[in-house]
């Protein structure tokens, strides 16, 4: 008995590190997700006065269009966290297919709970100053 609340209990939290299925279901096949469309992706780009080599944090990255896009664009260099698995294989294998995946990293995970050692380590080898 004790082996099936532990079982149960691992579930859940490997249920809680994903985002609710139904949301997978509608959403997975979205590059971008809304309020966004491509050519507001490309008006904030130019908004920020994005250059080559900046270095972008997206925590809520999800399938990765933005740091992908901008990476291809304006040659970022970037980190996104997402806290759904389907996400986060759908955005790096974004990256493989624009061909930035050396400029763009992809983590699965819940952003409240990352480490500060992760983001030094990150500055360090991906956006030293």
Not at 11 to 25: A, G, N
């Amino acid at each position: 008995m004790t082996r099936g609340i532990a079982d149960n209990v691992r579930r859940k939290e490997t249920l809680s590190m994903d985002i609710p299925r139904i949301f997978t279901i509608t959403e997975s096949a979205h590059r971008i997700h809304n309020p966004f469309t491509p050519e507001k992706l490309a008006t904030l780009g130019v908004a920020l006065r994005l250059e080559p080599g900046a270095r972008v944090l997206d925590l809520g990255s999800g399938l990765g269009e933005m740091l992908c896009t901008w990476a291809r664009d304006y040659g970022i260099i970037s980190l996104g966290v997402d806290m759904s698995l389907l996400f986060t294989e759908q955005a790096r294998r974004r990256a493989e297919e624009l061909g930035v995946a050396h400029k763009v990293r992809f983590i699965h995970g819940d952003a409240a709970g990352l480490k500060p050692t992760l983001m030094t380590r990150w500055r360090e080898k991906y956006a030293p100053c």
